[in-house]
Every structure is written in C-alpha cells, then in structure tokens.
C-alpha cells in the first residue's frame, strides 16, 4: 500500500500568482543581466532538499557579514534593506534604486523560513 502524498505546503515555499510573476520576472531579469554582465556563472541545485543534505554539502560555518556596514565601507551611499515580500513597497524601492546614477545597492532581507519556528 502507498503513502498518500501530504497536501500541506513545504516550509519555505509560496505561490506566486500573475500579478507578483510578472514582477518577480522582471526584478529577476535586472538582476541576471548585471550579473552577466559582471561575469558572474550561474548555479542551480535542487528546488527542495532536506536540512541535513543541504547543511552536509554546505561546508563549515561561516560568520554572518553585516552587508549595510561592508556597502557603506566601500562607498556606496544609498543602501536600502527591504522586505521582498512587501511587494508593492519592494518594486517601489526597486524601481527608484534602478533609477539612480551613481552605485545603489538592495538588501533584500526576510526571516528564513527554516530558523524561524
């Protein structure tokens, strides 16, 4: 007899409906191009695997950087932190960010959904 498949969401995941698709694609467009275009190689690994297989091929701990302090440490004057799940406040961000002249950076920061508990 088979295990029923659980209908319950993976920790981690969500659905991205039509209107948050089309701006997702689009800041991830903006995103590959200039790591492109900085000769950046991508990566891809599996959508979902356990802790464990992630933590074991993952290497030894490393210390968590302070990425606003490291940006305004090179120069970088206009940094913002922002919640990429506040869509409409992120593609506002994202929009005037891409809009500036001189070097911006964008922090996106969310709580992982593996810690929190």
Not at 32 to 56: D, H, V, W
Not at 76 to 86: G, K, L, Q, T
Not at 87 to 106: C, D, Q
Request: proline share 5%.
């Amino acid at each position: 007899m088979s295990e029923k498949l659980s209908t319950q969401p993976y920790k981690g995941t969500r659905d991205f409906y039509p209107q948050e698709m089309k701006l997702r694609n689009w800041f991830f467009g903006v995103i590959r191009k200039e790591l492109e275009n900085a000769a950046f190689e991508e990566y891809n690994g599996p959508m979902l695997e356990s802790l464990e297989i992630y933590a074991a091929k993952s290497g030894e701990e490393t210390r968590q950087v302070n990425l606003l302090a490291l940006c305004r440490a090179i120069g970088v004057e206009h940094v913002v932190v922002a919640d990429p799940f506040d869509l409409k406040n992120f593609e506002k961000v994202v929009k005037e960010e891409t809009e500036r002249e001189e070097p911006s950076v964008i922090i996106a920061q969310r709580p992982c959904a593996l810690l929190k508990r």
